[in-house]
């Protein structure tokens, strides 16, 4: 299969966001809205990206990486200047070149595959996505002749007030036949309101050639562009919804969309259940058959099947099948909890491994901790990791069962089926089986095998 090459415009300045940011690495859904663009590209076929860079080009490159080819724009002078600067990686091409922009993250797969297939039935020297809206302000519009087909497009700046009526607009995608966009390019102007060399006159020039230009219609969601903070949070909510409804066909019950954050990339299983009033952040990947909220966040969470997470905040930590956590539970980054382990009220916990069926309920600090299975921690136990100047690891093997409000200053381990008791600081090891009560704790006897 013939790779098609793809040009992103990502070099403008953004300046209506009102940002030392660069506009295409401002976040949808926990992405920069250039990555969605070049993600309907991947699904779109076989693409060759090309992204055009150069306000913040360093930060560009390294939020997106290396899948891509850059060419950067020195000054920002206009669309049809950026797609100039791709024209070198383009001459050996004869076959079609797509031409997206990097503001306008919620363009489909669908839509471009439709648009190649256009340009592929028609031969057309051009074919750009048009869309109908409400709202055109800030858009570039297109006009159509008495026959209905595309006469002219006109930038906002630059219109008539009767063209400002239009509705119909121009969404800034477009698939050329490459020779007729590198034919149109040396002949773009800056003989316009805004002194720039416009992209839509290299189609306005290939119809003044009188060569075949052709329009798709696209809907009016996916057409939007973000040009301010308040188009960022339109899209957001559009992106948004657009995730969840991938879920929920997928088999997942989401109660209240409306409050609930999902980020792009996110995995959930069949039959989990999100409450109201949950997000779920980068990376997360949920199992099967979870009750995920109300109130729960996750951050780089990975979470096995039957998992319950109330009212609790998890970050970058696995969990165990059929574990419950929360309400109220901290897991700060780094824990490995077991299966059906119960996380209970007020427990923090921070890189802590945690063995099957073990219980942390009321009021607990476990960090730098590493929990055998069907250990019992009694409320408000406290792991001392720090003395002040570095972290030291507790040990509790099987079995042990740790007293209410016992501080255990690390280093330290407590042998298989140790005991402490309430309110006993523990300062050195307890051997197995070992009952060490008090204020330091001492060893008073060792509990029977049956015990
Ligand atoms: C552009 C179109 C307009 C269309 C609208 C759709 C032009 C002249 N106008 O207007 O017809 O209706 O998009 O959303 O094409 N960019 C560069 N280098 C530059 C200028 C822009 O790379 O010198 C990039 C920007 O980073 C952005 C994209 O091109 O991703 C579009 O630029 P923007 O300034 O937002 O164009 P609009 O005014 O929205
Ligand atoms: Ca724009």
């Known amino acids: 299969m013939v790779v098609i090459p793809a040009v992103v415009l990502a070099a403008g300045v953004g300046k209506r966001m009102r940002s030392a940011r660069p506009k295409v690495l401002h976040t949808l859904c926990g992405r920069p809205m250039l990555w969605f663009v070049l993600e309907a590209l991947r699904e779109a076929g076989e693409v060759a990206p090309i992204v055009v860079i150069g306000h913040g080009a360093d930060h560009v490159r390294r939020a997106i990486g290396d899948g891509v080819r850059y060419v950067e724009q020195p000054e920002p002078l206009g669309t049809g200047h950026a797609v100039m600067q791709a ?61 209905g087909r595309v006469a002219g497009l006109v930038e906002e700046a630059d219109c008539t ?118 997000t779920l952040g980068e990376e997360t990947r949920v199992g099967q058959d979870c009750v995920i909220g109300p109130h729960a966040h996750l951050i780089g969470a990975r979470v096995g099947d039957e998992v319950t997470i109330l009212a609790s905040t998890v970050e970058h930590s696995e969990i165990g099948e059929g574990t419950t956590i929360g309400p109220y539970a901290h897991l700060r980054p780094g824990n490995v909890i077991g299966r059906r382990v119960e996380i209970g009220n007020y427990a923090e916990l921070k890189n802590a491994r945690v063995g099957d069926h073990t219980k942390i309920h009321h009021m607990s600090y476990i960090g730098d901790a590493v929990l055998g299975a069907r250990v019992n ?27 209410s409000d016992t501080m255990l200053v690390a280093p330290i381990r407590l042998g298989r089926g140790a005991v402490t008791g309430a309110g006993s600081v523990v300062t050195k090891d307890v051997p197995p089986r070992g009952v060490a009560v008090g204020v330091p704790a001492r060893v008073i006897r060792y509990r029977a095998k049956d015990e």
């Not at 939007?224 to 960022?232: A, D, E, Q």
């Not at 997942?252 to 996110?266: E, I, L, M, Q």
């Not at 136990?381 to 003395?387: M, Q």
């Open 87 to 147: 024209a070198p990686l383009l001459r050996d091409t004869d076959g079609p070149v797509i031409v997206l922009f990097g503001d306008t993250p919620l363009i489909t797969p669908q839509t471009l595959r439709r648009l190649l297939e256009h340009q592929r039935a028609t031969g057309a020297a051009a074919v750009l996505t048009s869309a109908v809206v409400d709202d055109p302000t800030g858009y570039g519009r297109v006009l159509r002749g008495g026959d």
């Open 377 to 403: 921690i009694g409320a408000g136990t406290v792991t001392c990791n720090f003395d002040g100047r570095a972290k030291h690891v507790t040990h509790i093997e099987d079995e042990v069962f740790i007293g």
């Open 161 to 278: 007030s009767a063209q400002r009526a239009v509705r119909e607009i121009n969404a800034g995608a477009y698939v050329f036949r490459t020779p007729d966009l590198l034919e149109a390019l040396p002949h773009l102007t800056r003989d316009n309101a805004q002194g720039e060399f416009y992209l839509p006159d290299a189609v306005l020039w290939l119809l003044r050639q009188g060569r075949c230009v052709e329009a798709v219609e696209g809907n009016p969601e996916e057409v939007l562009g973000i040009n301010s903070r308040r188009h960022l949070a339109h899209v957001e909510g559009v992106m948004r919804a657009r995730i969840l409804d991938r879920l929920m066909d997928a088999g997942v019950t989401v109660v209240d969309p409306a409050t609930t954050f999902v980020h792009a990339g996110v995995e959930v299983g069949q039959d989990t259940v999100i409450h109201p009033f949950s």
